[in-house]
């Protein structure tokens, strides 16, 4: 069974650094492709960003590019994100996806069959 266990989140002041790490077993790691998402209260599950399985090709929603980092180390079967220059409009709960290989919509939750439990961060202002 395909787990993932997100870890890192917490409170940060606006302009900080945070790296947030998603843990994943029960599976060949460095055979899925991993996204991160965000949720805000009340609003929807908006994606955040992604890397390949193969290759480690990356993709960024505009409102973290140039902020955030995505990478992947397959010898500790984990995957970052690391947050740079916190604004407030950050804060929401961070939720890390797998999915085997090739993925329809790499911005769309629907397409990963495995997510995480999430982690909370907050940017004070």
């Known amino acids: 069974q395909v787990q993932l266990v997100e870890s890192g989140g917490g409170l940060v002041q606006s302009g900080g650094s945070l790296r947030l790490s998603c843990a994943v077993s029960g599976c060949t790691f460095s055979e899925y492709s991993m996204g991160w998402f965000r949720q805000a209260p009340g609003k929807d599950r908006d994606f955040v960003a992604f890397?390949?399985?193969?290759?480690?090709?990356?993709y960024y929603a505009d409102s973290v590019k140039g902020r955030f980092t995505i990478s992947r180390d397959n010898a500790k079967n984990t995957v970052y994100l690391q947050m740079n220059s916190v604004k407030p409009e950050d804060t929401a709960v961070y939720y890390c996806a797998a999915e085997y290989r090739n993925i329809r919509r790499v911005d769309a939750i629907d397409s990963y069959d495995y997510r995480g439990q999430g982690t909370q961060v907050t940017v004070s202002s």
């Open positions: 890397i390949y399985w193969s290759g480690g090709r990356t």
